[in-house]
């Protein structure tokens, strides 16, 4: 079993910056991939980005390349998304998971965190 904790949600006025911080433990937690969704009022979670197990794969949504950026120290089996030039469409619930698969068309993930709210004001 995997626990997957967030940290780093807020509120933040658009054009802003904010980072968010995700850590798996449990067994074989450093060697699985790890990514981000998030669900925004009224709409199904979506995919933001994803980090293979060593970080030398990243996947990235369209609507967020170029503002957000994913990271991962396998030390601390932690990953970090640093997202810029936020925009009120980036508010959400951001779910960070472990075990990510690419399948039926979309990301899909076996392990979740409860989520963290980012808020972002016009």
């Known amino acids: 079993q995997v626990q997957v904790v967030e940290s780093g949600g807020g509120l933040v006025q658009a054009g802003g910056s904010l980072r968010l911080s995700c850590t798996a433990s449990?067994?074989?937690?450093?060697?699985?991939?790890m990514g981000w969704f998030r669900q925004a009022p009224g709409k199904e979670r979506e995919f933001v980005a994803r980090?293979?197990?060593?970080?030398?794969?990243?996947n990235y949504a369209d609507s967020v390349k170029g503002r957000f950026t994913l990271s991962r120290d396998n030390a601390k089996n932690t990953v970090y998304l640093q997202m810029t030039s936020l925009k009120p469409e980036d508010t959400a619930v951001y779910y960070c998971?472990?075990?990510?698969?690419?399948?039926?068309?979309?990301?899909?993930?076996?392990?979740w965190g409860q989520g963290t709210q980012v808020t972002v004001s016009s």
């Open positions: 998971a472990a075990d990510l698969w690419f399948g039926s068309t979309k990301y899909r993930a076996n392990y």
């Open positions: 449990g067994r074989d937690a450093s060697s699985y991939s």
């Open positions: 980090i293979s197990w060593n970080g030398g794969t990243t």
